[in-house]
């Protein structure tokens, strides 16, 4: 591993159940685990998913024209069991329109491989998911 593939991200606590992330270019999102509208955890997790697959189907589609609509809805049901709290059941459904013609018709045709490759190979999000990867856990005194 080396320093081009690091990805980081820090979460700062702002309130009673509410926190920022930050990510190293200066963007910030805000969730909590509040009633509010804000994300919580689980939604920024099934949104990552749905951003993740909809970019690698966007870049593959739009190069042959604008799409009309593009919708990706990210379900599933968050469980308890004696395996702890998990997510189970996801699943991703594409919802894609283009416009009539040569370049929408090519668009059209390519739709379901592009969805394919990135399930299977692109989405660093949901092939993190699928192949079960661990997570270290640590705690650092300020």
Known sequence: MNEDSLRLVTVERTGTGR??????????????????????????????????TAADVDVATSRHVEPA????????????DEGGNRMTDLAVTFSVAFPEGAAGDRARAIL???????????????????????????????
């Open 19 to 52: 926190f920022t992330a930050t990510n190293t270019r200066g963007g910030t999102i805000d969730f909590g685990t509040d009633d509010g509208a804000a994300f919580t955890p689980v939604e920024l997790l099934l949104a990552a998913i749905g951003g993740c």
């Open 69 to 80: 609509a593009f919708t990706v809805t990210v379900s599933g049901h968050k469980v308890s």
């Open 112 to 142: 379901p491989r592009a969805v394919a490759v990135s399930h299977d190979r692109l989405c660093t999000v949901s092939r993190t998911i699928e192949a079960g990867t661990p997570i270290a856990v640590s705690v650092e005194e300020v």
